[in-house]
């Protein structure tokens, strides 16, 4: 195995280094970060921020800890999700209602690059900790504030979840059957959105700040903007027509043929719109004329002709099973794949060649199957360097890095400040 130049802090459990670890330094080496978020979206930045070196360090509420430790599935008494969402970072334990834990947790913020915070607006000024203050304090501060609705307007007091952030933003009106509830995507979307947004948020104010010689900054991501961001023509289709886009079920609407279709064990997903593609996918399904129809030659007539082209491909897939359509698709170069389950994926090889399935060992020593690195770089790739830390695992040591004495920490643990 490859040793991980920047392996774990000392005391940490060593994690398997990444299957293909480069030598060198991260592309965020030498980056810190303080994370004050809890659930999904700040933290999921934060995530990504450490993937690439950034040193993270998370400040837990003592005794509860993140809520995201208890979420969904446990093993040994913590979220299997835990153990994705927070590797790479150091937990420490403090109580921001303190006048102490407060203290604390400026002086983090003065030696730090980056804030990530998804408070409700408002709660870190009434700490004393709002931008003006953290900027008086580390004019260097890249500040990311992920919020319901922004730091702005008149929604900004709001309680704002995810789920909510979807609705909002145009995304929960499209997503279902016509004429039936909106469904959910099925997993945190706008908070995974808000958080990508706050990633590259960060990456282009610390270039900014570094490249270009420029001061620190609040970056504001509100989590209806994150996801309708990427509504792609809706507005302009309701400006230039009057035109509201509606729930169209597993169809791509204007775009065909594009559709999930019926097989004898399963569904397939078929994207035949490019021109050629499309002829290459009507001679494959026995239904050349239809390739050759000059009115179906480009996208604005087959659209026209959707309906008529769902039904002659899903008399075609109906009869077969998901592997064979999928073969046929695949020898003409036709677009097409299943619907995978975790099961689907735990066991494709191609995930397992793109080490996309990682093996990761928790603090307690269990081995889990994890989800990979995104994006891939060449040269300075991301990397799985520590596990998931315990609540307050490095409060001790990050209080020492910062020059605290020991009888100091332990009056701050006996005033319940720290844990």
């Known amino acids: 195995m490859t040793t991980d130049p920047n392996a774990s802090p000392a005391g940490a459990p060593a994690l398997p280094a990444s299957p293909d670890p480069a030598p060198g330094p991260r592309a965020l080496q030498g980056v810190r970060v303080v994370e004050m978020g809890q659930l999904i979206a700040g933290p999921f930045c934060a995530k990504t921020l450490g993937e690439f070196g950034a040193d993270v360090v998370k400040i837990e509420p003592p005794g509860s800890g993140d809520p995201l430790r208890n979420w969904r599935m446990l093993q040994d008494g913590t979220s299997v999700w835990w153990q994705v969402q927070s590797r790479n970072k150091r937990s420490v334990a403090l109580d921001l209602r303190s006048p102490e834990g407060r203290d604390i947790a400026r002086r983090l913020i003065a030696e730090a690059d980056v804030l990530v915070e998804n408070f409700r607006p408002g709660t870190l000024e009434s700490w004393g900790m709002g931008w003006e203050d953290l900027r ?3 004019p260097r501060l890249v500040m990311l504030r992920i919020s319901g609705y922004g730091q702005t307007g008149p929604y900004r007091d709001l309680p704002g979840f995810g789920a909510i952030g979807e609705a909002m933003g145009g995304l929960r009106h499209l997503t279902g059957e016509p004429g039936r509830v909106p469904v959910r995507v099925g997993v945190s979307i706008g908070d995974t959105l808000a958080a990508l947004h706050g990633a590259l948020g960060v990456m282009m104010a610390l270039y900014h700040r570094d490249a270009r010689g420029g001061a620190g900054q609040v970056i504001d991501v509100a989590l209806h903007e994150a996801v309708f961001n990427v ?6 289709e309701y400006s230039a027509f009057g035109a509201v886009r509606e729930a169209a079920g597993s169809a791509l609407p204007g775009i065909a043929p594009s559709n999930a ?11 035949g719109n490019g021109d050629s593609i499309f002829r290459r996918l009507m001679d494959t399904i026995g239904r050349p004329e239809l390739g050759a129809d000059p009115a179906l030659a480009d996208n604005a007539g087959r659209a026209a002709r959707a ?6 491909i899903g008399a075609w897939t109906l009869p077969r099973t998901v592997d064979a359509v999928l073969a046929a698709l695949g020898a003409a170069r036709v677009p097409a794949g299943k619907v995978y389950t975790a099961k689907d994926i735990h066991e494709d090889p191609h995930y397992r060649a793109r080490d ?3 093996r990761q060992t928790t603090r307690d020593g269990r081995e889990i199957d994890v989800p990979g690195v995104v994006p891939k770089l060449s040269a300075t790739p991301g990397t799985v360097r520590s596990a998931a830390p315990r609540l307050g695992e490095d409060t001790d040591a990050v209080l020492r890095g910062l020059g605290i004495p020991e009888e100091d920490i332990a009056a701050l643990r006996a005033k319940g400040a720290i844990a």
């Open 136 to 138: 008086a304090l580390n």
């Open 356 to 358: 996309m399935i990682l």
């Open 231 to 236: 509504m792609e023509s809706l507005i302009p």
């Open 307 to 312: 309906g008529a082209l769902d039904a002659a």
């Open 261 to 271: 279709y019926r097989c004898t064990d399963g569904y397939v997903l078929i994207a």
